[in-house]
């Protein structure tokens, strides 16, 4: 493989993992488990580029003394191994693992973010080929990509790839880890879940005296309901798991009104498509009219009322969603 192939495939990986790992925070539903499995394969293949690159380059710039390049490349391949590391501890460790007061798997997605701009600025400068492969390249493409070398190149990283989401997900398994599709790690059913927030906003202060959730849009006309009037409009109880991006997931019975109770008692127009929900600190999600009608505007948890720190007054429970869309403290419905 030349250089300049090279460059390409590690940039190409890079962001793929990034952008698969992205992506796993909206798949919620176990149809989306294939991103799971691609971004798991994707490691196997950019660990094994990381290690070439490093062979070649390494003596290269030390023998030419480019202590500038040198300490950048190092910078680069410091957050590669962060990023890798993080995720094969996360799924090979049969438990959840945090550093501090973040999951390993947080800290291993921030690692991979941040090494997508600097992999481009240490690659883009000298390789903007990258971006513009010569004519005669692109004419060659297919007999390049089919010749011997190329499969073997390909074969070699197919099989690391599946050697390392194999492995990691079998030492896990020895070590008595469960993990969901999405990787989080399930925490015991039925208790009231770990009290988060995305980028760790804290609770804010809601006063149940003056508070009142507001339906709006298209509908017969606006309305609000206090909590008392919510509860009027008849609890329900449901079974859901919540599944946090950082990492766990938890089984555990809700009891709250169907956001479809409350739509109809506020005259929802017939052709209406989407149901955005909001919460007094100004997170939201965007829901589907159908996706809306398995929601419940939850005021309860585990048998108890809800706590502030979930979401008290009432916070949103989604099915088939990560918990990122599981609005807390809602104090506005939009119907559009
Ligand atoms: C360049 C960036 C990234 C790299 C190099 C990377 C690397 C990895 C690795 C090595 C694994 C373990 C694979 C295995 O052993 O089977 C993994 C798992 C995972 N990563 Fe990433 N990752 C990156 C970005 C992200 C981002 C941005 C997110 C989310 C925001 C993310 C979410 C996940 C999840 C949920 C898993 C667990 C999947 C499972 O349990 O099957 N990753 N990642």
């Known amino acids: 493989m030349t250089n300049a192939s090279l460059d390409r495939l590690l940039a190409t990986l890079v962001l793929a993992m990034a952008a698969t790992g992205l992506l796993t925070l909206w ?7 294939w991103l799971f499995t691609v971004h798991d394969l994707l490691a196997g293949a950019l660990a094994v580029a990381i290690g070439i690159k490093l062979r070649r380059s390494l003596p290269k710039a030390i023998g030419g003394r480019r202590w500038g390049r ?12 962060v990023a890798l590391t993080g995720g094969i501890l996360w799924v090979g460790s049969g438990e959840l693992l945090t550093v501090g007061r973040s999951t390993v798997l947080t800290l291993h997605a921030w690692a ?15 390789r903007w080929r990258l971006l513009r492969p010569s004519v005669g390249g692109v004419r060659k493409l297919p007999d390049r990509l089919l010749s011997r070398r190329s499969l073997l190149a390909g074969g070699a990283l197919g099989l690391a790839s599946i050697a390392l989401w194999g492995g990691a997900s079998f030492v896990d398994r020895l070590r008595g880890g469960a993990r969901r599709f999405t990787g989080s790690r399930w925490l015991p059913a039925g ?14 202060s809601v006063d149940l005296a003056v508070w009142r959730v507001l339906i709006r849009g298209r509908v017969a006309g ?23 991006t950082s990492g766990w ?19 929802v127009a017939d052709d209406a498509a989407l149901v955005e929900v909001h919460s007094v600190t100004g997170w939201g999600a965007s829901l589907s009219m159908e996706e809306a009608h398995k929601c419940v505007l939850a005021t309860g948890v585990a048998g108890g009322d809800l706590p502030l ?8 429970v989604v099915p088939d969603r990560r918990g990122l869309d599981w609005v807390k ?7 559009t």
């Open 27 to 33: 798949a919620g539903s176990p149809d989306a488990g």
């Open 112 to 126: 991979g973010l941040v090494l997508v701009p600097l992999v481009i600025l240490h690659l883009l400068p000298r």
């Open 329 to 335: 403290w809602v104090a506005d419905v939009v119907v």
């Open 249 to 267: 997931a938890i089984e555990t019975p809700w009891r709250g009104v169907p956001l479809s109770a409350v739509l109809s008692a506020a005259g």
């Open 70 to 81: 040198l300490a950048f490349a190092l910078a680069v391949s410091f957050m590669a191994v």
């Open 309 to 316: 720190a979930n979401g008290a007054p009432c916070r949103l």
């Open 191 to 204: 208790a009231v879940p770990p009290a988060t927030t995305f980028f760790g906003e804290p609770t804010p």
């Open 222 to 244: 606006a309305r609000s309901f206090s909590l008392a009037e919510l509860r009027a409009l008849g609890e329900t109880d449901h079974v859901a798991v919540l599944d946090c």
